[in-house]
């Protein structure tokens, strides 16, 4: 190979060994649907850094907790739970003020988190997951608080970020009214295509 094609040689060898692959991100949607609020989930979850999880059983139940930062879904199957110090500098960040209020129903797989041990000035997080999980395997669900707004669940609309060792979940709470709204002229606009494809089909059969 002459010596000239070696420094691009190197060069592409350099960036696909420098290459990190891209961080997973589960994405957890709180928002207002009709008379209901509505949380669902997916993405999957990157375990390096994480010592070995505790297995357990708690039964099927869900439920969310907005002043420790919770938010969880059991199922009857066992369930992982990881626990691990907060990073330096990095706080205990509540979902608003509310207390402990458990969902009406859902689906989905065994997905959760939060802080523990709040009240002892050493909060930890805490993710759990269905055992045997294996790192960046897809998980989701969808959880359904009946008759509920954020208002009465003690919920804060914003964006809210619950950091691991080696990923993030990615939180977003929105009530009703700032929903993006359907626009006002989409009916018309479908309604006018319609027209327009009705008139080119009967063109053609003339």
């Known amino acids: 190979m002459p010596f000239t094609a070696r420094p691009a040689l190197v060069a592409l060898c350099l960036a696909l060994s420098c290459a990190a692959p891209a961080s997973a991100l589960m994405q957890v949607s709180i928002v207002e649907s009709g008379a209901d609020v509505v949380v669902s989930y997916s993405g999957g979850l990157d375990t390096t850094g994480l010592d070995l999880p505790s297995t357990s059983v708690i039964g099927a139940v869900a439920g969310i907790s907005p002043l ?93 970020s619950f950091a691991l060792p080696s990923d993030f979940i990615a939180i977003s709470i929105a009530s009703a009214s700032t929903a993006v709204p359907l626009p006002a002229a989409a009916p018309l606009l479908a309604a006018g295509l319609g027209g327009l494809a009705l008139a080119a089909r009967r063109r053609r059969k003339g």
């Open 68 to 160: 420790l930062g919770t938010f969880v879904v059991y199922s009857d199957d066992p369930i992982d739970s990881y626990q691990f110090a907060l990073a330096p500098g990095d706080g205990w960040e509540p979902l608003g003020a509310g207390g402990v209020s458990l969902a009406t129903s859902f689906l989905g797989d065994a997905f959760g988190f939060g802080f523990e041990d709040v009240d002892d000035g050493d909060p930890r997080r805490q993710i759990v997951v269905p055992t045997g999980y294996v790192a960046l395997t897809p998980l989701s669900g969808e959880v359904t608080f009946a008759g509920a707004s954020l208002g009465s669940l003690g919920l804060t609309a914003g964006d809210y």
